[in-house]
């Protein structure tokens, strides 16, 4: 039901709105004439019509994001490795204006209204882009700073901060981890102090990605001095503002096009207004917002495992050593095999979790074993293909030395591994309590 409502609104969208006409070759402009006139050519498999989540509408919409990936992003990304960022207003600017920063977003806000399952395709097709930098940085800006706005902020905050993220015209960050609180999230220092109409806030956030060039930042901050989990809220807070401040970009193994920053806070006032939904519920919100997070980090590394395999296939294949193909050799067909085998399973996890996320269930469980597998399997894949490359894997001529670096953050970032583990645990009743 929510499936064909999403669909008749996607055919209404796309038939109403004229805000894509920065190119008509791209964007969900051209994807009406893929969902009027009803057959979608070659990137729609022919198993759409028995795909467990995803229409021919999924597969249209996926396939118009490929071409903005072919044209407007990949051409480019040896350059902004290399230069440690990437174009973020510029890029978003092209796809907020293409629909795909707000796909389940509220259409009032510039989004298209679609279920979660439209996000979680646009995940998958952005794990075709060449490195694990850019997809980090638009998946930050859709599905991990502005859940908790759409649907707990009030009008007037997402008029000013939700519709110019959808569409591209301002860039947003997250600011939950600190140099001293990353798994433990309870554990923040950022303070809030209310002082008549405004919050003054006071401490620093680390690890903020698109920090550097971010217009606004989802910003966790204690609110009162009181237990733990209950005292915590979420603020939208401009980066121009007085006392914020970039104290540096930080260099990593991995993810080079994405800027990463540490930001500090020094008697910055907010208006009360600037605070998402209500006081003291930031952390719940946090939580659900890691959710929709988890989702789109597997998907969208479940394409770029699939690829990282493919690639390797094709090398292994023209590659010979001891007058046969790498691939020939049982040992290396049979891994690859394996490995492809677990890539479906992940998947099968991933798209039963958001058939069953977008029916409107709580998901945690199975979202956390996604993330917690999605890690795992990334750093199999990643050192198993490598190896299979020999020295070309060595290189940084290849993907999947980036892919071998990039990936490791999975097992890091938006909760460790073990974080995982203990989420998973609660829901299991098997963790021990205090
Ligand atoms: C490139 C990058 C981008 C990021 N982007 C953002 C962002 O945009 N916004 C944001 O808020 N944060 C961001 N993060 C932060 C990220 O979410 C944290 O790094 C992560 O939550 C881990 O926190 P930590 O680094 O403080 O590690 P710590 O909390 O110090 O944990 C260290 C290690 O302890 C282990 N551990 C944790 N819990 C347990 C446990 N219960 N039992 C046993 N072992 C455990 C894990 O192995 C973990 O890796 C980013 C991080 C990176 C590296």
């Not at 008509?24 to 009406?32: D, H, I, Q, T, W």
């Not at 021919?56 to 044209?71: G, P, V, Y």
């Not at 990334?378 to 060595?394: K, N, P, T, V, Y």
Request: net charge neutral; hydrophobic share 40%.
């Amino acid at each position: 039901m929510a499936l064909r409502e999403g669909t008749l609104r996607l055919n209404l969208l796309l038939n109403s709105r004229n805000v894509y006409r920065f190119n008509s070759s791209v964007g969900v402009r051209s994807l009406s004439d893929n969902v009027s006139s009803k057959p979608v050519t070659s990137s729609a498999p022919e198993i759409a019509g028995d795909h467990l989540i995803y229409t021919q509408e999924h597969f249209a919409l996926k396939k118009s994001l490929r071409k903005i990936i072919d044209q407007d992003i990949n051409p480019y990304v040896e350059q902004w490795e290399a230069e440690g960022i990437f174009p973020a207003h510029k890029i978003f600017k092209i796809l907020g204006s293409a629909g795909f920063l707000g796909v389940n977003k509220p259409v009032e806000y510039g989004g298209l209204g679609l279920d979660y399952s439209y996000s979680l395709a646009v995940a998958e097709e952005l794990g075709n882009i060449r490195c694990g930098g850019i997809p980090m940085a638009i998946g930050v800006q859709t599905d991990m700073t502005t859940p908790a706005l759409a649907r707990f902020g009030s009008a007037e905050l997402k008029q000013e901060f939700l519709l110019p993220s959808i569409m591209g015209d301002k860039v947003a960050c997250l600011g939950v981890s600190e140099v001293g609180a990353g798994s433990d999230v309870s554990s923040i220092m950022t303070k809030a102090v209310r002082k008549g109409d405004e919050y003054v806030i006071n401490g620093g956030k680390m690890w903020t990605t698109n920090g550097t060039q971010a217009d606004w930042i989802c910003l966790l901050a204690n609110t009162s001095d009181g237990p733990p989990h209950r005292n915590k809220s979420l603020f939208c807070v401009p980066m121009n503002l007085p006392g914020v401040q970039i104290a540096r970009k930080i260099e990593k193994l991995g993810m080079w096009s994405s800027d990463t920053a540490e930001v500090f806070f020094d008697d910055v006032r907010v208006p009360c207004k600037n605070i998402i939904g209500k006081e003291g519920m930031g952390f719940t919100y946090q939580m659900l917002q890691f959710q929709e997070e988890r989702l789109w980090a597997v998907a969208n590394i479940l394409t770029m495992m699939e690829n990282i395999i493919l690639e390797t296939i094709q090398y292994t294949r023209q590659r010979k050593i001891f007058k046969r193909p790498v691939l020939h050799h049982q040992a290396v067909h049979f891994r690859l095999a394996e490995l492809q085998t677990e890539v479906e399973l992940l998947r099968a996890l991933l798209h039963s979790a958001t058939a069953l996320y977008i029916k409107g269930n709580d998901v945690t469980k199975l979202a956390s074993m996604a993330k917690l597998k999605g890690g795992r399997l990334a750093r199999e894949i990643g050192d198993s293909c490598l190896q299979f490359w020999g020295g070309m894997g060595f290189t940084s001529d290849v993907l999947v030395s980036r892919f071998y670096r990039d990936s490791r953050l999975m097992s890091i970032g938006g909760g460790a591994d073990e974080v995982m583990l203990g989420i998973i645990c609660k829901y299991m009743d098997t963790l021990p309590k205090n």
